[in-house]
């Protein structure tokens, strides 16, 4: 009877594979993930800065102008968590703490005294658009890597923004605009 052989002691393994949360592949999570922190970090500095015009405006439309950035702050605040848990679920880090905002952010700081409303008005449609360009930006990403839950919520994110762009820029208007 022939004997077994004896199962090959130099027999390779098959290495471990290694577990992620995603089956996205590549660098996929580190780049997606820069691009959401990036995101996050703009959207604390519009928020802030969207609540700092809140509470500074003044004059004959303050009661409209405060009631329409502290709505828009609202908004930009409540995209904040869905970036960061969305960097979480594809199993990266987000952002920390103030420091790591500040180093992050691309939206300037508005530290001045006084600024006008008509100026905070296009300051903040200068800036939702800055951020509305990032989102693409990180759109293009995903999209390279078929990360479609980034995509889809970056999607409803750029309407959102663009929806405030267009309240911020029909408030902007003077009596005396012709109409486009
Ligand atoms: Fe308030």
Do not use: Y
């Given at each position: 009877m022939a004997k077994k052989p004896a199962p090959k002691s130099g027999k390779a393994k098959?290495?471990?594979r290694l577990q992620t949360q995603t089956d996205l592949s590549g660098n996929a999570i580190?780049?997606?993930?820069?691009?959401?922190?990036?995101?996050v970090a703009d959207s604390y500095a519009l928020y802030t800065k969207t609540k700092n015009?809140?509470?500074?405006?003044?004059?004959?439309?303050?009661?409209?102008y405060h009631l329409l950035f502290?709505?828009?702050?609202?908004?930009?605040?409540?995209?904040i968590d869905e970036l960061a848990e969305r960097v979480r679920k594809l199993g990266a880090k987000t952002i920390h703490s103030i420091g790591e905002i500040a180093k992050l952010q691309s939206i300037k700081d508005n530290d001045k005294?006084?600024?006008?409303p008509g100026d905070m008005l296009l300051?903040?449609?200068d800036d939702n658009k800055k951020v509305i360009k990032r989102?693409?930006?990180a759109h293009e990403i995903a999209d390279e890597h078929d990360d479609v839950a980034t995509a889809s919520i970056l999607e409803n994110f750029i309407d959102a923004a663009e929806k405030r762009n267009w309240f911020?820029?029909?408030a902007s208007r003077t009596g005396t605009d012709s109409g486009h």
């Open positions: 098959a290495a471990p580190p780049e997606i993930a820069e691009a959401l922190n990036g995101l015009f809140h509470w500074h405006v003044s004059g004959p439309h303050f009661r409209d502290d709505e828009q702050a609202t908004e930009i605040f409540n995209t005294d006084f600024v006008s300051e903040l449609m989102m693409r930006a911020l820029f029909e």
